[in-house]
């Protein structure tokens, strides 16, 4: 996809071609949500993580815990 983003028509051609008719009131909300995901996703993989372990790295519920008050 390119930057001019997901069309009403291409929304309905991709979506007919996974199976999944839409009806004609349908594409351009269809390719608006498609267009939105698609920003999204592009801010996350401009981040820089950096030193950031993996998840599978956490082990949720071993870490110290500090009750001081």
């Known amino acids: ?3 001019t983003g997901l069309t009403p028509q291409e929304a309905a ?16 909300e269809v390719a608006a949500t498609a ?4 920003s999204v996703i592009a801010t996350l993989r401009e ?4 030193d950031t372990p993996p ?5 949720a519920g071993l870490e110290d815990v500090d009750a001081a008050v």
């Open 13 to 28: 051609r991709w979506a007919l071609r996974a199976g999944l008719p839409l009806a004609s009131d349908r594409h351009e």
């Open 35 to 38: 267009n939105h995901i698609h």
């Open 47 to 50: 981040l820089d993580f950096g």
């Open 55 to 59: 998840a599978m790295t956490y082990a």
């Open 1 to 3: 996809m390119d930057t």
